[in-house]
T-cell receptor
Framework: SAVISQKPSRDICQRGTSLTIQCQVDSQVTMMFWYRQQPGQSLTLIATANQGSEATYESGFVIDKFPISRPNLTFSTLTVSNMSPEDSSIYLC???????????????FGSGTRLTVV | RKEVEQDPGPFNVPEGATVAFNCTYSNSASQSFFWYRQDCRKEPKLLMSVYSSGNEDGRFTAQLNRASQYISLLIRDSKLSDSATYLCVGPANAGGTSYGKLTFGQGTILTVHP
């Protein structure tokens, strides 16, 4: 399965600032996904990042708050903009497993970014 | 109704016990599901895929019941190292644009004690 390098692993940020999270994959993948996991909660999909097109956002998430870049097939960034304490969460990127068919291979996740906004 | 629902637990069992988690899903057309394991402060990791009637891997057995729309995970001979949160995962419901998207249950916490 793909190996994902995600950074930073954690950060403490002042409210009103922005943080950019990076994910590097060791193989080319068509689709990358960004998730949020709030304390004590399960994962919620933020958006799908495709190379060469704008990201597709889920209900409740907007591009101005969570701009995403996907410059090539191995890299993506998620920015959390104008942060507030409510943005404190774990952010995870993921890709489909080998073969590119989620139904058979599931997802591989980055190690996550633990964000605390103060 | 949530797309995937599971009992959050927690389940506290002694070593050696057999424990089962159930998860229900709302979309009868869903074809395949996954069980992920998430350790504290770690990312989820794929435990098993379920896309036919069931799947078995050592002490772990996953079953899919399409008639009743539930998935189960059975852990036999529990080990201390099995303590984790187990996430039931299925495909997202919304039409063609949902390709590749998954929806996560809220997770079931398992604690195995000596």
């Amino acid at each position: 399965s793909a190996v994902i390098s995600q950074k930073p692993s954690r950060d403490i940020c002042q409210r009103g600032t922005s943080l950019t999270i990076q994910c590097q994959v060791d193989s080319q993948v068509t689709m990358m996904f960004w998730y949020r996991q709030q304390p004590g909660q399960s994962l919620t999909l933020i958006a799908t990042a495709n190379q060469g097109s704008e990201a597709t956002y889920e209900s409740g998430f907007v591009i101005d708050k969570f701009p995403i870049s996907r410059p090539n097939l191995t890299f993506s960034t998620l920015t959390v903009s104008n942060m507030s304490p409510e943005d404190s969460s774990i952010y995870l990127c993921s890709v489909m497993g080998t073969g590119g068919v989620a139904s058979n291979y599931g997802y591989t996740f980055g190690s996550g970014t633990r964000l605390t906004v103060v | 109704r949530k797309e995937v629902e599971q009992d959050p637990g927690p389940f506290n069992v002694p070593e050696g016990a057999t424990v089962a988690f159930n998860c229900t899903y709302s979309n009868s057309a869903s074809q395949s599901f996954f069980w992920y394991r998430q350790d504290c402060r770690k990312e989820p990791k794929l435990l098993m895929s379920v896309y036919s009637s069931g799947n078995e891997d050592g002490r772990f057995t996953a079953q899919l019941n399409r008639a009743s729309q539930y998935i189960s995970l059975l852990i036999r001979d529990s080990k201390l190292s099995d303590s984790a949160t187990y996430l039931c995962v299925g495909p997202a419901n919304a039409g063609g644009t949902s390709y590749g998207k998954l929806t996560f249950g809220q997770g079931t916490i398992l604690t195995v004690h000596p």
